[in-house]
Nanobody
């Protein structure tokens, strides 16, 4: 399985970005997808996840109401739409997947495959 994230960039506070991740090599469609991020000098943290059906999404409190995770399983794509970006959202964003077992979505250790990361920088 290979994941390729894209869509990062440098924006001003209040702007929007949409990250994309293409996931190739999964056998079947029952894989959960998630986004994590890591700011300089900080530990990696959970951002958002979506189940394999795409009908349940989970968010960190810090992004709830501003970020939206979605997927297009037919095209092996999933997305993170980020609105009203804040300087504290500055980080490298990683996409990740695993077999969906309906819990533990915010646990980075439960994911099997990771993309290379895409940098998001938000200036004030």
């Amino acid at each position: 399985v290979q994941l390729q994230a894209s869509g990062g960039g440098t924006v001003q506070a209040g702007a929007s970005l949409r990250l994309s991740c293409v996931a190739t090599g999964h056998s079947g469609s029952t894989w959960a997808a998630a986004w994590f991020r890591q700011a300089p000098g900080e530990e990696r943290e959970f951002v958002a996840a979506i189940n394999w059906r795409g009908d349940n999404a989970y968010y960190a409190d810090s992004v709830k109401g501003r970020f939206t995770v979605s997927r297009d399983s037919a095209r092996n794509l999933f997305y993170l739409k980020m609105d009203n970006l804040k300087p504290e959202d500055t980080a490298i964003y990683y996409c990740t997947t695993r077999t969906d077992y309906y819990s533990d979505y915010d646990n980075g250790g439960s994911y099997d495959y990771w993309g290379q990361g895409t940098l998001v920088t938000v200036s004030s």
